[in-house]
Nanobody
Framework: QVQLVESGGGLVQPGGSLRLSCAASGFTLDDYAIGWFRQAPGKEREGVSCISVSSDGRTYYKDSVKGRFTISRDSSKNAVYLQMNSLKPEDTAVYFC??????????????????????WGQGTQVTVSS
């Protein structure tokens, strides 16, 4: 079964950290560009960070998360991670990962809607609150 499964969300205080995981089954994640997106209540889905295929490795970050979030791959686990540090209340959202075999650039993957990528996970809730 081809699918993406996110995990690692939760409730954290401002300034705290979480690591989100996007695990793939049924296909090799290294062959796909991966994006982390988030959607807060009443807001549009937005791209947070994207990484190109494993052989390229380019990354993109939304300005508001630069220096705080890091996207990475673990080929041995067929997974992509989003390390989130110095979390802020405005980071609260449902976070999704998406996989796409053919992209133009990682920036385009993250910033150009409609974000109709091949595969999406079910999402994981991140809540940043004291």
């Amino acid at each position: 079964q081809v699918q993406l499964v996110e995990s690692g969300g939760g409730l954290v205080q401002p300034g705290g950290s979480l690591r989100l995981s996007c695990a793939a089954s049924g296909f090799t994640l290294d062959d796909y560009a991966i994006g982390w997106f988030r959607q807060a209540p009443g807001k549009e889905r937005e791209g947070v960070s994207c990484i190109s295929v494993s052989s390229d490795g380019r990354t993109y970050y939304k300005d508001s998360v630069k220096g705080r979030f890091t996207i990475s791959r673990d080929s041995s686990k067929n997974a992509v991670y989003l390390q989130m540090n110095s979390l802020k209340p405005e980071d609260t959202a449902v976070y999704f990962c998406a996989a796409e075999a053919m992209i133009t650039t990682v920036q385009a993957m993250c910033v150009m809607p409609p974000f109709d990528y091949e595969l999406w996970g079910q999402g994981t809730q991140v809540t940043v609150s004291s």
